[in-house]
């Protein structure tokens, strides 16, 4: 995994699935980060490959799972196209929870996050996320523990502190640490997604450190990603909900129709069994930053309780059809 010039995608919540990171890695996205997990919750699960998918000339299509054992719910899933790429971010407040959950991954994946940044109140109240920020010998901890147990990229997601000079101390502590990169999110914990992202705060972090820098904040259009990273002197750029409206951001022959994207990802969606409420999810933001979920497609969606109803919705039965066919076949092959 290297972290220079790449164009990424940050960890969203309900939304990096597998078919988002992987429709985002189609149009362009070097690094694709899966959606915060906590490590509580993954170490609850057991690890097994499924056959999701049988063709002759698409054996490959089979995805490694990670299941919770009470509710025989996904909680990740992977597939062998995305293991050099995806980052599995973890959600902890303890150095030998977080180690064990990355052990659990490590070899499916290709790289591991701590998520510092996350400001939500069910990620804070368990002194995960945002909380490290003002715990910076537990992040040390817990970046060290990474380090020196695992064979493979440690990084960190962090925002900014209440001024420059904070947040580039506890950048340089994290440096310290031995992590390949550092991504920063060009926000402060209180700040909301309408508040402008500062910039000129990340280049300050990107001036004092060796490490790749993945600049995050206010990436809408293709060309944002060259000027965050002019601006910041960023290593890489990291992209949220500009990829979530339309993940066709990613590719330098412009964007694609929004409804050419949303098909794409119905597809890859049933492809993968991606789960029906993530879907929704995930299509209703899509929706909802160009048009309204009041229209007659955002009631489709949300009246939709299966990914058949999202197929013919989508105008995708014939493609819903012939993935439940070779699914079962691919059953009947184990």
């Not at 699960?45 to 490694?64: K, T, W």
């Not at 799972?65 to 996904?74: A, R």
């Not at 493979?152 to 031995?178: F, H, N, W, Y």
């Not at 992202?197 to 001036?207: G, L, P, Q, T």
């Amino acid at each position: 995994m290297e972290y220079e010039n790449k164009l990424v995608l940050a960890p969203m919540v309900r939304v990096g699935t597998l078919p988002f990171r992987l429709l985002a890695a189609e149009y362009g996205a070097d690094i694709t980060y899966g959606e915060e997990i906590i490590d509580h919750k993954l170490l609850k699960c057991d690890r097994r490959v499924n056959a999701l998918f049988f063709l002759p000339s698409a054996e490959h299509l089979g995805s490694i799972d990670f299941v919770e054992k009470k509710t025989e719910s996904v909680v990740f899933r992977t597939c062998n196209d995305e293991g050099n790429h995806v980052v599995f971010q973890i959600g902890t407040s303890d150095a030998v929870r977080a180690l064990a959950a990355a052990q659990m991954v490590c070899k499916d994946v290709a790289a591991i996050d701590i998520n510092m940044g996350c400001p939500k109140a069910f990620s804070v109240s368990g002194g995960m996320g945002a909380a490290l920020l003002s715990k910076p010998d537990l992040i040390h901890d817990i970046l060290t523990t990474l380090k020196r147990n695992l064979n493979m990229p440690v990084t960190c997601k962090i925002r900014l502190l209440k001024s420059s000079q904070d947040t580039v101390e506890l950048a340089r502590r994290i440096e310290k640490t031995g992590v390949s990169a550092l991504a920063v999110h060009g926000r402060k914990v209180e700040d909301r997604p309408r508040d402008p992202a500062k910039w000129a705060e990340i280049a300050d972090v990107v001036a004092s450190l060796s490490i790749p820098v993945i600049a995050n904040g206010d990436v809408f259009e293709y060309d944002d990603f060259q000027r965050i990273k002019v601006a910041t002197g960023a290593s890489s750029v990291m992209v949220a909900r500009g990829a979530l409206w339309n993940a066709s951001i990613f590719s330098p022959h412009g964007k694609l129709p929004g409804e050419d994207v949303k098909r794409e990802y119905v597809r890859k969606s049933i492809l993968w069994d991606n789960d029906i409420k993530s879907t929704k999810h995930t299509l209703k933001e899509m929706i909802v930053h160009y048009s309204c979920l009041e229209l007659p497609e955002g009631k489709g969606v949300i009246k939709s309780d299966s990914l058949a109803d999202l197929a013919r919705l989508y105008g995708e039965e014939k493609y819903f059809e012939f993935v439940m066919k070779n699914r079962y076949l691919a059953n009947g092959s184990r």
